[in-house]
């Protein structure tokens, strides 16, 4: 069975966009200013004149995110203000056209080979501007990130290193190298360059990235107090201190809701993508707690737009709001894993969902979820020797991903014709949800055995028993529309099949 992002906690690590994209966020505001040095002057006259050469949104981007990171914003204001005047234009609506693969909007998921095509020519024209112009950090940045989507690691962590050792007080830079230490599995690491910089305990943005790192890893969480005096101090807009109370709202759910709820809702004051999707995520466990979900002022929600189509069920909506969520940050397996499960289970778009899982795959080759998906997919799709390979690298799932692994394992023995230990692996997986609470998985995982035995003939007393108990999960499960789509199909299905067999 295909698996969803879960409900097991999110913390709001720092998004890495491209520094038009990082402006649009409000993420450059109040830069600390300081005296340019000759050496930076003369790279930004080098950039202005090469912006004013080719007026491409690149090359503004070039000049404006450099001048910003030597902290000298002022430098570059007329291309900062191209960059908004971009930025604030008409979205375009998500690509019909396979061929299209403007890098202005998601590329479509027809052909993985596609795809991965779309991101090397990135790579090639970072590459090329980092040997043009060997001490832009803005280019070193692009070239690092690109290679962070394309799942080349290490050389991304030598490509941003050299950008960080060109502007080592950019905010930007330092968030990119937290986000790409913590992918890498080195929290630890992003800890340190956090705590190294002596701009972490005054701004928002380094702070916020320093409680969810610690917390998303289990670490010891420090800097309670720093954050309480950035956010008493009033020097800074309700947006950068969004995902900040955003933050201190997720760790204080496992104390009191009651300040958690407070703490949302002044995130939700002037939220950014990341905060919204955080609260959108805590909304099932805090009573009240409102989303502004249409709110136009709020750039890059398609996280949380596409997690609250899919509770209601709106597929096609979700499956929209997901593949751009995924266009914008190609290394979240998050994002790549909604996308796969939205195409599973809300719309039988196997195709669609092997394509996203095995995208997501590229960066996060360990991902467990990612390759249950496409195993499932796989399946559904009569390729049963790759649906094999891709289980067989799962070594010892997490409990919480042990529920979809067991299933799709027992769809595998189905379709290789061990009907006994396909039966033993489904029903393991219902017990594991059981034991959770998790009613909708365990309406999922019974609803698909039953498919399975039907298919296979096994029309026998105990299939009674499971209408019976797929008829009270189909009563449970109001609120889980990927139950409810299957039940409501294999309800009547069982039946039928009993009926034929056992006539009362």
Do not use: C
């Not at 809702?265 to 905060?275: C, D, I, K």
């Not at 379709?415 to 039966?423: S, V």
């Not at 039907?454 to 797929?470: F, H, V, Y």
């Amino acid at each position: 069975m295909a698996a969803g992002p879960g409900t097991e906690d999110r913390h709001l690590l720092p998004r890495w966009r491209k520094v038009s994209h990082a402006v649009e966020v409000g993420e450059f505001q109040t830069a600390t200013a300081r005296v340019t040095s000759p050496t930076d002057l003369d790279m930004l006259k080098r950039l202005q004149r090469a912006w004013r050469d080719e007026g491409t949104e690149i090359a503004a981007a070039e000049f404006a995110g450099a001048a910003i990171i030597v902290g000298d914003p002022e430098f570059a204001v007329d291309a900062l203000a191209v960059l908004q005047q971009s930025s604030n234009g008409p979205r375009r609506a998500l690509s019909t056209d396979p061929d299209d693969l403007s890098p202005s909007m998601p590329p479509d998921l027809s052909k993985i080979a596609r795809l991965e095509s779309f991101w090397w020519p990135g790579v090639a024209d970072a590459r090329l501007r980092t040997v043009r112009d060997p001490r832009n950090p803005i280019a070193w940045a692009d070239l690092a990130r690109h290679y962070m989507i394309l799942g080349e690691l290490d050389r991304a962590h030598r490509a941003l290193g050299v950008a960080r050792a060109l502007a080592p007080r950019s905010r930007y830079l330092l968030r990119a190298q937290v986000r790409l230490l913590v992918h890498s599995g080195n929290p630890r690491g992003a800890l340190k360059a956090l705590e190294a910089s002596p701009r972490t305990r005054e701004d928002p943005w380094l702070m916020a990235a320093s409680l969810s790192v610690s917390a998303g890893a289990g670490l010891r969480i420090v800097g309670f107090k720093a954050a309480n005096r950035i956010i008493t101090a009033g020097n800074f807009s309700r947006r950068e201190l969004s995902e900040l109370h955003s933050e201190l709202a997720t760790i204080e759910l496992n104390d009191s809701d009651r300040r958690a709820r407070a703490s949302f809702r002044r995130s939700l004051l002037a939220p950014t993508g990341n905060s919204l999707a955080q609260a959108e995520w805590a909304r099932t466990r805090l009573s009240d707690l409102e989303v502004p979900l249409d709110d136009p002022a709020v750039p890059f929600k398609d996280e949380a737009a596409s997690l609250a189509a899919s509770e209601r069920g709106e597929w096609r909506s979700a499956l929209g709001h997901a593949s751009q969520w995924l266009f914008d940050q190609p290394f979240d397996p998050r994002a790549a894993i909604q996308l796969s499960y939205i195409a599973a289970a809300g719309l039988d778009d196997y195709q669609q969902s092997l394509r996203a899982a095995l995208f997501g795959l590229k960066s996060s080759p360990d991902n467990v979820t990612l390759r249950n998906n496409a195993a499932y997919a796989l399946l559904e799709l009569g390729d049963i020797r790759t649906a094999q390979a891709h289980l067989d690298v799962i070594a010892t799932p997490a409990t919480h991903e042990r529920v979809a692994v067991n299933a799709t394992r027992g769809l595998l023995a189905y379709r290789k014709g061990d009907l006994a230990q396909g039966e033993a692996l489904y029903r393991q997986a219902i017990k594991i949800a059981q034991r959770t609470g998790d009613t909708g998985a365990e309406a999922i995982a019974l609803g698909m055995l039953m498919r399975e035995r039907i298919d296979a003939g096994e029309i026998d007393t105990r299939l009674r028993q499971d209408i019976s108990a797929l008829v009270g999960l189909l009563e449970k499960t109001n609120d889980e529309p990927a139950a409810q789509r299957l039940l409501k199909r294999i309800v009547p299905a069982a039946q039928a099949a009993l009926g034929r067999v056992h006539p009362t």
